[in-house]
């Protein structure tokens, strides 16, 4: 598609139910990014993938975070037991450029999922 | 692991003033210097970037931003605002030369007022 789109836009979930978002990334990007934007601050990393193998998943906060990119495009982030704690807007991002590439960062955001554990 | 700082949370300027955004980074190695925007209920995208070369890039909609490699610095800049610059503006640098994860700042409000 023409841009990176994620699914829902939002989402209200009850503390301790389970939740998974996805995102399409743009056609043919190799790199996928996911972040987590808390209110009033800038993304933070949560994990990378380069095709379907996940590459750095050193920013998931807890073994309740896990994320798959089975067939090397399409990405779902799941959150098992939300806490109110995960309440924040989840980015995707794609890029054309893989681990190493000096010319790489140029990302192309999701407009994100908002998350909300009520 | 790289850091970056943004000084200035929320900045509130009149049409056609001049803006400065701070931004400064930890990584002392050759990187890669990126300066997204969020504009109200979009989302977030490229506004600049540099990688090598004169150290004076220029971006979207007049933007520009200078890399001083001495400062560690990569502040935006803007010489007349606009009320549609209106926007949440982020710094964001590489972890690593080699790594694509990239380090955001906490971000600065601007607000133009007509």
């Known amino acids: 598609g023409a841009g990176v789109s994620q699914s829902p836009r939002y989402k209200v979930a009850k503390r301790g139910q389970d939740v998974a978002l996805r995102c399409d990334p743009i056609?043919?990007?190799?790199?996928l990014f996911w972040y987590q934007q808390a209110l009033g601050q800038g993304p933070e990393f949560l994990t990378y993938?380069?095709?379907?193998?996940?590459?750095?998943k050193s920013g998931l906060p807890s073994d309740r975070f896990f994320a798959e990119r089975p067939e090397g495009s399409v990405s779902t982030l799941k959150i098992q037991r939300t806490q109110q704690e995960d309440s924040a807007v989840y980015l995707c991002?794609?890029?054309?450029?893989?681990?190493?590439?000096?010319?790489?960062?140029?990302?192309?955001f999701g407009s994100g999922t908002r998350l909300t554990v009520v | 692991a790289q850091s970056v700082s943004q000084h200035n949370h929320h900045v509130i300027l009149s049409e056609a003033a001049s803006l400065e955004l701070g931004c400064n980074y930890s990584?002392?190695?050759?990187?890669?210097l990126f300066w997204y925007v969020q504009y109200p209920g979009q989302h977030l995208q490229l506004l600049l970037k540099?990688?090598?070369?004169?150290?004076l890039v220029k971006g979207i909609k007049g933007f520009e931003a200078e890399f001083i490699k001495s400062k560690f610095s990569f502040n935006l800049r803007k010489p007349s605002v606009q009320w549609s610059d209106t926007a949440e503006y982020f710094c964001?640098?590489?972890?690593?030369?080699?790594?694509?994860?990239?380090?955001f700042g906490t971000g600065t409000r601007l607000t133009i007022i007509p």
């Open positions: 991002a794609s890029s054309l450029a893989t681990q190493g590439d000096r010319g790489g960062g140029g990302y192309t």
């Open positions: 056609s043919g990007h190799v790199s």
């Open positions: 993938f380069q095709n379907e193998a996940q590459l750095d």
């Open positions: 990584y002392g190695g050759t990187v890669n």
């Open positions: 540099y990688f090598s070369g004169d150290p």
């Open positions: 964001a640098v590489p972890d690593s030369w080699r790594n694509e994860k990239l380090t």
